[in-house]
């Protein structure tokens, strides 16, 4: 009885004792992090029976020559490292102490291997090695954020796109010859951000830090409080925190074994990384259910092929969301509802995008939305082919489009003919349009939809906002043209305002808009003003040669305002010199013949 | 005979557990006693201590080596500045004085390569830095009150010698001789704020 009172005393005594000894640090402390690999450690992976923390990397006595006093054999691994068309450092083999970093992250040497222990008695750990998983980097660092490299003036002098070295703050130290290594972001003993970090990821500060992409701090990622939690955002893993601006880069980059390594990507497929989120998931808008549609801007096109280095002009075709879009600098579209005539300089969404520009050279920072359109649809080899025979042929859009060819849809800058008696206030003579009022989502807000504004998709081929027959003997309607009679007035056209054979044409003969006009226009290099203003310039599966003295001949001669002849073999009429004129509307008083006279000779 | 009571109970739990503690320890049987040595003359003491003084010996030999910074790397450079707690330790540890020189009998065997404790050759930055000022500045390091304050860990003349973590006389009985007990590393998170 009496011993076992005794007893009964004694152990709590002793366990009070053994309280008073023991050792509490906060949580800035390596002690009870994941780093702390003793017997106690609070993770999976600890030692058996050691009971010291520090020893696992650092011993005070017959250490490394390699400070601090290291404890570890360094990796002889040969890594895989980073590459990037983009960067501009040169990366090597990873040295110093990211090397020490690396004798347990690279997954292959021992965890207990110390050098203050003899090869055959390593320390006895839960697991010999890293299991695989996040902490295990593997000798692949090809999928991680590039360490080993120098960050100095001259870095950052090449790429504006990281700040100078000496207004990085103190708190991320790098190297002895200012290299970024593995200590750079994490500092070892201290796990009270997370992951080790030196500075919190919140809204990327750790990253921004470093990084200074144009026009992130004011873009839609940076600041869109939309919620990320309980959707997923990436099935390998959740995000740590709660709202899109608050994950910042992390919510489309991974820094460390990133499946799409060039650029730490989440998605191998570059057009994942977008639609993950804009697929109605967590953005405003399903751009997903637009690209996917029979005429769309589809990212699944190709894989691979996207490089931000790339060269417009000899790029292989493909198409990709960050070929329009520069995701550091894009915001919301300001415009919404707004037909987008209302402006042509680049707005929210394309801000920063790189283009080409009217005179065909490159640029970074696009002014205006056909310099992002040029850069495919352009001098590339890679545009796409032509889809009408005509008089003359031309795919360069950007040739199409100069402000000094015979006639043009005003898109690079205003027209300069005097009348264009159709067009629908407030558009008028000298109006620019941009090319997003005819190459559209059919269901884009502009358009009256309710889907995103910009060319993302439409079920009317090519990519266009409203309907557009282009098939011959289509009977006219307010549908059947509805691309163009959203700024040429439906009456105007009938009523034979502008040309005075237009009703005869459309209606009666059915013929469509595009046999007679090329609506982009006709380049200078190849077409004049006599034969091909007013945007003509005839389809040839339709439009055949006439025989006339003079040879088989497809022509359009412009006599004046309003006036004009035309020459050739259309659903089997015969025109050879065949005059009109507008003469109520001003054009030049000539012979004019009904249509109905049929073969004229 | 006393009833034992509650009070007395832990009364005898108490001495019991402070005389095990002394008796843990101590330099007898360990690996500094050299009684059982012909050159030590013997005894517990003298073959560190003079006969004459409590006050380390002053080794005939140690005068015309004293250029033991030639041997230490850069963490030892201030070693001419180290104190006696460092100082008699490298007479032996560095490994270029015989340790039977003190008793003046035939030399020869020194703290060799093979040994776990022969420091300071050769590769300098291998060995935790004495001699030099407690960086008591450093964010990285616990402030000087706080490290001395427990009464085991001593910082003579505010620096870090071999006796601010070693008890050449293992009172404690920690292995390495160490003032105290490094379970958790606490005696190297006595100073490092790590």
């Known amino acids: ?601 | 005979m006393m009833k034992p009571t509650r009070v007395t109970a832990c009364f005898l739990f108490f001495t019991l557990m402070i005389i095990g503690g002394w008796a843990w320890g101590g330099l007898e049987g360990s690996k500094h006693d050299f009684s059982n040595k012909d050159w030590s003359g013997g005894d517990l003491c003298s073959a560190c201590h003079s006969a004459e003084s409590d006050k380390p010996a002053a080794a005939p030999l140690w005068e015309e080596n004293a250029d033991l910074n030639r041997t230490f790397g850069m963490p030892l450079t201030q070693s001419k500045a180290a104190g006696p707690g460092t100082n008699v330790c490298l007479r032996c540890h560095d490994g270029t004085i015989a340790r039977d020189t003190i008793s003046g009998a035939e030399g020869g065997r020194f703290v060799n390569r093979e040994n776990p404790g022969l420091f300071g050759t050769g590769h300098g930055t291998g060995d935790h830095p004495v001699g030099v000022d407690y960086p008591q500045f450093d964010r990285d390091y616990r402030p000087v009150t706080s490290v001395t304050a427990a009464g085991t860990v001593q910082l003579p003349d505010g620096k870090v010698e071999c006796n601010s973590c070693h008890d050449p006389h293992n009172m404690s009985g920690e292995e390495y001789m160490l003032v105290t007990s490094n379970a958790r590393s606490a005696l190297c998170l006595t100073c490092h704020k790590k």
């Open chain 1, 1 to 601: 009885m009496t011993m076992r009172r005794t007893a009964g005393w004694a152990t709590p005594a002793l366990l009070v004792l053994t309280n008073l000894t023991a050792v509490t640090f906060a949580d800035e402390s390596v002690v009870n992090s994941k780093h702390d690999l003793s017997a106690r450690g609070p993770g999976p992976i600890r030692a058996v029976q050691e009971g010291r923390v520090c020893i696992f990397c650092h011993t005070p006595h017959n250490a490394a020559p390699q400070t601090p006093l290291w404890n570890r054999a360094n990796p002889r691994t040969y890594y895989r490292i980073y590459e990037s068309s983009t960067t501009d450092a040169r990366i090597d083999q990873p040295y110093g102490p990211s090397k020490m970093c690396l004798s347990c992250h690279d997954g292959s040497m021992a965890l207990g291997n110390v050098l203050s222990r003899p090869v055959t008695h390593p320390i006895v750990m839960t697991a010999r090695t890293i299991p695989p998983g996040m902490a295990d980097l593997t000798n692949d660092l090809s999928d991680d954020h590039p360490i080993g490299f120098r960050y100095d003036r001259a870095l950052s002098n090449i790429d504006r796109q990281i700040r100078p070295p000496e207004v990085v703050t103190r708190d991320l130290p790098l190297g002895v010859h200012s290299e970024v290594h593995c200590t750079t972001c994490h500092d070892p003993h201290n796990d009270e951000l997370g992951d080790f970090l030196r500075i919190s990821d919140q809204m990327s500060a750790i990253c921004v830090a470093c990084h200074d992409m144009k026009g992130w701090m004011h873009s839609g990622h940076a600041t869109s409080g939309k919620r990320t939690t309980g959707r997923t955002v990436d099935p390998q893993e959740r995000l740590k925190y709660a709202t899109v601006s608050d994950n910042g880069c992390l919510t489309c980059h991974k820094i460390h074994s990133a499946p799409h390594r060039e650029r730490l990507l989440r998605f191998e497929r570059e057009e994942d990384n977008c639609l993950n989120c804009h697929s109605g998931a967590i953005a405003g808008f399903n751009i997903a259910s637009d690209i996917y549609k029979r005429s769309g801007h589809d990212g699944r096109f190709r894989t691979g092929v996207h490089d931000p280095a790339e060269i417009p002009f000899t790029m292989r075709r493909h198409v990709e969301c960050v070929d329009c879009h520069n995701p550091h600098a894009a915001r919301h579209n300001p415009i919404g509802t707004v037909r987008s005539t209302f402006g042509q300089t680049v707005k929210g969404p394309n801000l920063n995008a790189s283009g080409v520009t009217i005179t065909g050279r490159e640029t970074d920072d696009a002014k205006f939305l056909y310099e992002i359109c040029f850069k495919c649809h352009g001098d590339s080899v890679s545009r796409p082919r032509i889809r009408t025979s005509r008089q003359v042929t031309q795919t360069n859009t950007r040739l199409e489009f100069q402000v000094s060819n015979p006639s043009f849809h005003p898109v690079a800058g205003p027209r300069r003919n005097s009348t264009s008696v159709s067009l629908i206030p407030p558009l008028r003579i000298g109006s620019i349009i941009t090319c997003t009022d005819c190459h559209n989502s059919d269901n884009a807000r502009s358009a009256r939809g309710s889907g995103a504004n910009g060319p993302h998709g439409s079920i009317f081929e090519p990519l266009l906002v409203r309907n557009y027959e282009t098939d011959d003997f289509t009977t006219e309607s307010a549908q059947a043209y509805a691309l163009c009679y959203g700024c040429h007035s439906q009456d105007s056209i009938i009523n034979n305002e502008s040309f005075s054979l237009h009703s005869r044409h459309i209606v009666d003969a059915r013929t469509p808009c595009s046999v007679c006009h090329d609506s982009h226009g006709i380049y200078r290099g190849q077409g004049n003003s006599v034969n091909h203003s007013n945007l003509i310039n005839f389809d040839l599966s339709v439009v055949m040669p006439a025989d006339t003295p003079s040879g088989r001949r497809v022509e359009y001669v412009d006599t004046g305002t309003l006036s004009g002849n035309c020459t050739m073999t259309c659903h089997g009429l015969t025109h050879i010199n065949f005059p009109y004129a507008n003469t109520a509307r001003g054009g030049t008083p000539s012979r004019v013949r009904s249509f109905s006279l049929g073969v004229n000779r």
